[in-house]
């Protein structure tokens, strides 16, 4: 009952009349763009820059003397979607604007500031008993309500995708690989199968044609704004080109969520799995553990190639360098990447002709590690290495180029 003497019931139409008024007379006094700004600041500090740009334009025709319906309202709110509040700034003189949730709706408010303040100052907490008590004296009310109990259908909700931490340096055994384009901003990703069905166009934001897998994406990556499917591989699109060196390892983790699982499983080799537990199940300290580690060196098997070639700074520390120098070279991809993370483990200026040489290797992980380990030592005198580097088409090794030649240690 408070309430009710409080509100004054001003007949719908003629609020609806007085709400025209204000909002042309906010753009004729060139108040939008404050207006717009105190709402964006006050209830979308947490939306995507894309939302932003919509709900500016949205704003800008609500301010103005242009038309404006019950629909419109309920477009902007399914727009800006769910939350709690209710905000009031004054604008000149004689002008009010409020705007928030009432209910389950974003709403915006505006009249002159000497005619009924009251209405206007509706706190969170009273939002509910307001709206019980003035439905009698609204009409339009139950119209409203029933549109705005649709704004969650209105206003699709793509599924977040709940990732694991990745790491670029884990990245390079999986199924999706990030290549570069011509456009710095435009990423591609090889899937080797198919996230989207066909060849598709642009996918922008908020597109109401938008897949569930494309909507993911946009939903976990927050700087995106554009996807193309096309056979095998999908390109991403963001608008600052520097931001793929926080975002990437999350877009790897998003497109091997989303991607088909390959129709073979990898099928677990039984006798390198032995080997591997025999060999880390060493004692390198005894007498026995040194000389196995000597004859894998030379052995045949790559798997043991690989694990020696990283312990053996524990048995034989000196001669570790001429071993990494051997390994560098070695015909196995796992060998060498085997190697590359032991010098860089260890690195020194002594092994910076090491890395440099791994620069040039074909095996994209062993590129990544060793632009690292030259970051580590310092990349001043490896400019010219690095900038030949910047030509590489795998977009892990171009952001640690990047990285390195600004004199930051790359992201691992």
Known sequence: MQ????????PPRERTRGRDDVRAAIGQRLLANAAIQHILRDT?????????????LI?????????WSIEDDCSLGALVGPGRGWHQQKLGDDILIAYGWRGAAFRVECQWADTNVESLSVTPD?????????????????????????????????????LATTQLCDSFDGTIVPEIT???????????SNIGNVRSRWARRD???????????????????????????????IERPQDWENWLGTTLAAATAI??????????????QRQREELRGLDLRSIIGPQRIRDALNDRDPVLREIAVGAVQVTDPFGAPTVWRVAINDS??????????????????????????????????TRFHAVRGLAIIGSDRSRVALRHAMSDTDARVKICVVAALRGAIPPK
């Open 332 to 365: 196995a991809r796992n060998v060498r990447r085997a190697a590359i993370r032991a010098i860089v483990e260890h690195a020194n200026e002594d092994l910076r002709s090491l890395m440099e040489r791994a620069l040039r290797d074909a095996d994209r992980c």
């Open 207 to 237: 597109a109401p044609t938008n897949t569930p897998k494309v909507a993911a994406l946009f939903e976990t990556i927050e700087p995106l704004t554009g996807v193309r499917t096309e056979p095998d591989c999908v390109y991403l699109e």
């Open 182 to 192: 011509d456009d710095p901003r435009i990423l591609r990703l090889l899937t080797g």
């Open 126 to 162: 009273a939002s509910r008993e307001h709206d019980e008590v003035n439905t009698p004296c609204d009409p339009a009310r139950p119209e409203l309500r029933a549109i705005e109990s649709g704004i969650a259908t209105l206003a699709p909700r793509a599924p977040r995708l709940e």
């Open 259 to 272: 991607s088909p699982i390959p129709r073979t499983q990898p099928v677990t080799n039984r006798t390198e």
């Open 3 to 10: 309430y009710r003497q409080q509100l004054s019931p001003t």
């Open 44 to 56: 979308m500090q947490h939306a995507p820059l894309r939302t932003h740009d919509r709900a500016r």
């Open 59 to 67: 704003l800008r025709r609500f301010f103005s003397a242009g038309a």
